[in-house]
């Protein structure tokens, strides 16, 4: 191991599974001792914000987030981001320095504490980091140099703010102690100010904090001794610090292995973990998907770790499934495996994993749909986890509807297929019609896609489980209103999607000849070869489908071209999503035309496609096109609304049908609809 020590197992006097699948995991799920303390198994819950607090003050539903991961298997936690300084009034942060949360902070703890889990806090400050559209005007910062995001300019800390500042984190921590957390965890990286800080880029202090590493490095080392004074040796101090941080006078990796000398020679430190990214064009490494390879740091992490021989460390980016855990801690990577996004998902992942119950997991898909509900003010949300912060969230168990009903559900994806499997679990008598043979809609055809693997797994459980209940499926079933009346239906669900409109510009005639790109996706996604010319994509929907689906097309074509009326793409997605989509599109040379609308006057038919700008209404033609395919904003399909309700059946839409959005919308509502029943 890394640094900590292993406990033979039953050591730690916590109760485990006792049937035989628990041995598909031994290391881990085997006891391991960090600082003066004792984990069950390996799986940490890394910090993810909820922004579940209100008005600084922790509600039940904050509460009951943890004490579910607790319940479902996380060995030790590590909050949100936490109000331990005067200056930090954000609303959405749980308050400790203020004292308004004492009782509270002990309730959270003892939530914890009861599923034999530790439970640390978070030592944050953003600094100058802002990741919002406009600049923060009150924030801290080592110099008064701007973010790289936000262009926040902060106000450079003096020596006098700097001690206060480790003091009431100090004095912070103590409070903590006191509720009954078991320690805390400085968040040094990901371009926080810490990480300001230790980086050349954003510090050119000439005072102590400043100059060389060890300079640069004191703030971290004298916050790390004042939280030891303050707490004493059986609190735990996990520190997080930055690998890399891509950016020019950043953190590389040998900076890195310096700073981790000098953090674990300055003593204190109970373990250490490491993030990627920083507050710039590389904020998306923070949060690596599936457009690169799985478990990307764990290497890196393991070579750093060297460098701090004894302390524990912690495996973080990607770890999604059991197996990678258990290569991470048998292989001597690392002690700990903590999970952020994986425990957003299903935070009984520990427990199912230790049954054999692996089946039955809801995995992360990587898509970060929690990082942008969180980042625009909604709370943390999941695509493929309508129930997070639900107080019996881990491990569900679907209750019985007090009256059983006749249940037709129409359409497979992942709305309705959410419906199925809730309502037929409820005791409902479910049937599902499907036009394709297989579940999923237009997210199996995301899953064809470049870094679209795992959202597989969303359809996939949904479809285990409705089975399981005992649901109903007619596969290539297009039904008609008479198909649903013979059911006597005591509900109809319709989640039968939206299809791209038809771009007013081509005349009727060429509907059959340029197809929309969904149907081009289908056609591409398991065809190889190469073809000659160039792949021409009208973007007019904006989504991470078009996006993915340029990619598969340069892997057909010579050069794939995207035009767009907005003045940027991926406008609407998370930032990390639109960091990693620009990247990826400058490295592979695939073109986007912002702010221009195709034209009439295109020769397609010659392989000519004219487009205008927007504003000026300058004209470019696009020569050698072999294929034009346009993303468009899409049209409900609903024609079987009408002709049921005029049954007099009762009809709910859901997804797309409702109105065309996210797999977030679409997984919820299923949800809601069958919970309604």
């Known amino acids: 191991m890394p640094g900590a020590t292993a406990i033979s197992s039953g050591s730690c006097g916590c109760t485990r599974a006792t049937d035989p699948a628990v041995t598909a995991y031994p290391h881990l799920f085997?006891?391991?001792?960090?600082?003066?303390?004792?984990?069950?198994?390996?799986?940490?819950?890394?910090?993810?914000?909820?922004?579940?607090?209100?008005?600084?003050?922790?509600?039940?539903?904050?509460?009951?987030?943890?004490?579910?991961?607790?319940?479902?298997?996380?060995?030790?936690?590590?909050?949100?981001?936490?109000?331990?300084?005067?200056?930090?009034?954000?609303?959405?942060?749980?308050?400790?320095?203020?004292?308004?949360?004492?009782?509270?902070?002990?309730?959270?703890?003892?939530?914890?504490?009861?599923?034999?889990?530790?439970?640390?806090?978070?030592?944050?400050?953003?600094?100058?980091?802002?990741?919002?559209?406009?600049?923060?005007?009150?924030?801290?910062?080592p110099s008064a140099l701007p973010d790289d995001l936000s262009g926040t300019i902060p106000h450079a800390l003096s020596l006098d703010q700097i001690a206060r500042m480790i003091d009431e984190f100090a004095q912070s921590a103590r409070a903590l102690q006191q509720a009954g957390f078991a320690g805390v965890e400085i968040?040094?990286?990901?371009?926080?100010?810490?990480?300001?800080?230790?980086?050349?880029?954003s510090n050119i202090r000439e005072d102590r904090y400043g100059g060389d590493l060890a300079g640069r490095s004191a703030l971290l080392l004298e916050l790390i001794q004042a939280l030891r004074q303050s707490c004493g040796a059986d609190f735990l101090i996990g520190v997080k610090l930055p690998g890399e941080d891509g950016m020019e006078d950043g953190i590389d990796l040998d900076e890195a292995a310096r700073i981790t000398a000098l953090v674990h020679a300055g003593g204190g430190v109970d373990y250490l973990t490491y993030c990627w990214g920083a507050h710039g064009r590389t904020l998306y490494e923070h949060l690596p998907d599936l457009h690169g390879p799985r478990t990307p740091y764990v290497d890196r992490i393991?070579?750093?770790?060297?460098?701090?021989?004894?302390?524990?460390?912690?495996?973080?980016?990607?770890?999604?499934?059991?197996n990678e855990g258990e290569r991470i801690v048998r292989d001597g990577l690392a002690d700990l495996v903590m999970l952020g996004r994986p425990l957003v998902t299903d935070p009984a992942w520990g427990l199912k994993a230790e049954a054999g119950r692996e089946a039955q997991i809801r995995y992360c898909v990587g898509c970060n749909?929690?990082?942008?509900?969180?980042?625009?003010?909604?709370?943390?949300?999941?695509?493929?986890?309508?129930?997070?912060?639900?107080?019996?969230?881990?491990?569900?168990?679907?209750?019985?509807?007090?009256?059983?009903?006749?249940?037709?559900?129409?359409?497979?994806?992942?709305?309705?297929?959410e419906a199925a499997w809730v309502a037929a679990a409820r005791g409902h008598e479910v049937t599902v019609f499907s036009a394709s043979d297989e579940?999923?809609?237009?997210?199996?055809?995301?899953?064809?896609?470049?870094?679209?693997?795992?959202l597989s797994s969303v359809y996939d459980y949904q479809r285990l489980a409705a089975e399981r209940a005992g649901a109903v499926f007619r596969w290539g079933t297009v039904a008609q209103p008479e198909d649903i009346s013979a059911l006597a239906p005591d509900r109809v669900i319709l989640a039968t999607g939206a299809s791209?409109?038809?771009?007013?510009?081509?005349?009727?005639?060429?509907?059959?000849?340029?197809?929309?790109?969904?149907?081009?996706?289908?056609?591409?996604?398991?065809?190889?070869?190469?073809?000659?010319?160039?792949?021409?994509?009208?973007?007019?929907d904006g989504t991470a489908f078009t996006y993915a689906a340029a990619e598969l097309l340069l892997a057909r074509f010579e050069r794939v071209v995207l035009l767009t009326d907005r003045d940027r793409i991926a406008g609407e997605e998370a930032m990390v999503t639109r960091q990693g989509i620009q990247a990826r599109f400058a490295a592979k040379g695939i073109q986007a035309i912002c702010g221009v609308v195709p034209l009439a006057s295109s020769r397609l038919e010659e392989g000519e496609v004219s487009y205008a700008d927007v504003f000026t209404g300058a004209a470019g033609t696009l020569t050698d096109v072999a294929l034009f395919t346009y993303a468009t904003p899409r049209i409900p399909n609903v024609a079987l609304e009408a002709p049921l309700r005029a049954a007099g059946i009762d009809v709910r839409l859901v997804g797309d049908a409702w109105a065309p959005r996210t797999v977030l919308a679409a997984t919820s509502e299923g949800y809601r609809a069958a919970m309604e029943i």
């Open 500 to 540: 791209p409109a038809f771009p007013a510009y081509l005349p009727e005639e060429y509907r059959d000849f340029f197809p929309d790109l969904r149907s081009v996706v289908a056609a591409f996604a398991e065809r190889g070869g190469r073809e000659p010319g160039t792949a021409v994509i009208h973007d007019a």
């Open 369 to 417: 749909t929690c990082w942008h509900m969180i980042n625009v003010g909604r709370g943390l949300h999941c695509d493929n986890n309508p129930r997070v912060g639900a107080a019996d969230e881990a491990d569900w168990q679907v209750q019985p509807a007090a009256e059983r009903l006749r249940v037709a559900i129409v359409g497979a994806g992942v709305a309705g297929m």
């Open 187 to 201: 968040s040094a990286g990901h371009g926080h100010l810490f990480h300001q800080f230790l980086a050349r880029r």
């Open 30 to 141: 085997s006891p391991v001792a960090i600082g003066g303390r004792t984990l069950r198994n390996r799986i940490v819950h890394a910090s993810m914000s909820t922004h579940y607090a209100q008005g600084g003050r922790i509600t039940d539903r904050l509460i009951d987030y943890y004490a579910n991961r607790a319940r479902g298997g996380a060995a030790m936690l590590v909050s949100e981001p936490m109000a331990m300084l005067s200056w930090q009034q954000l609303p959405t942060r749980p308050a400790v320095l203020s004292g308004v949360n004492a009782d509270a902070l002990a309730r959270w703890a003892d939530a914890v504490n009861a599923h034999g889990s530790l439970m640390l806090g978070q030592v944050q400050d953003n600094g100058r980091g802002f990741r919002s559209g406009f600049r923060n005007p009150h924030a801290f910062g």
């Open 302 to 322: 393991a070579a750093l770790g060297r460098h701090a021989p004894g302390v524990p460390l912690g495996a973080l980016g990607l770890i999604t499934d059991p």
């Open 439 to 454: 579940a999923g809609g237009k997210t199996r055809l995301h899953a064809l896609l470049p870094g679209g693997e795992n």
